[in-house]
T-cell receptor
């Protein structure tokens, strides 16, 4: 079984709809992240959470909200979807690393979201 | 904001050649560096990590780090068509140990 799962894998929706993307992990990591990826723009951080009660905005949080329901679950919501939120969305997990640690992040398979 | 710049590409090399991917960064306190490979439509996959100056080798891959010059590179020896992908450079460190900062990626094509 995959360590990081995302649902749905593909979603087509209409402008103004509320959408929730879900992420679950079995890696036992305390940290979880949501990114979006657009062609030519690389990975951009939307929100991140270091534990259930610690949620932080990334570079592009406007129009998004998140919920950390448990250590293993982190959901991303688009309250009112708009076409420029069409993108590939990735969830990632990681653990607290020491200063010179090579602990890094592990990505889920992604959700391709299209907003019409 | 930590800036991570990668050679823009796309990079095209023949099968069997050495592919060289480069990354420069602006934050001197960055501690750890990572290379991810991403096939089209797929998720990034970690292939190398390094935090000490010098070279680190893993099979056909070698990561090179020079903190004084603030660059990190990835060499792929004996390149194969299956290496064709986008390679993402990322760094972590300083006051934001939990976050990674990514470059925009370099697209590599290995032709037979």
């Amino acid at each position: 079984d995959a360590d990081v799962t995302q649902t749905p894998r593909n979603r087509i929706t209409k402008t103004g709809k509320r959408i929730m993307l879900e992420c679950s992990q079995t890696k036992g990591h305390d940290r979880m992240y949501w990114y979006r990826q657009d062609p030519g723009l690389g990975l951009r951080l939307i929100y991140y959470s270091f534990d259930v009660k610690d949620i932080n905005k990334g570079e592009i949080s406007d129009g998004y909200s998140v919920s950390r329901q448990a250590q293993a679950k982190f959901s991303l919501s688009l309250e009112s979807a708009i076409p420029n939120q069409t993108a590939l969305y990735f969830c990632a997990t990681g653990r607290r690393g020491a200063e010179h640690s090579t602990d890094t992040q592990y990505f889920g398979p992604g959700t391709r979201l299209t907003v019409l | 904001q930590k800036e991570v710049e990668q050679n823009s590409g796309p990079l095209s090399v023949p099968e069997g050649a050495i592919a060289s991917l480069n990354c420069t960064y602006s934050d001197r306190v960055s501690q750890s560096f990572f290379w991810y490979r991403q096939y089209s439509g797929k998720s990034p996959e970690l292939i190398m990590s390094i935090y000490s100056n010098g070279d680190k080798e893993d099979g056909r891959f070698t990561a090179q780090l020079n903190k004084a010059s603030q660059y990190v590179s990835l060499l792929i020896r004996d390149s194969q068509p299956s290496d064709s992908a986008t390679y993402l450079c990322a760094l972590r460190g300083g006051s934001t140990l939990g976050r990674l900062y990514f470059g925009r990626g370099t697209q590599l094509t290995v032709w037979p």
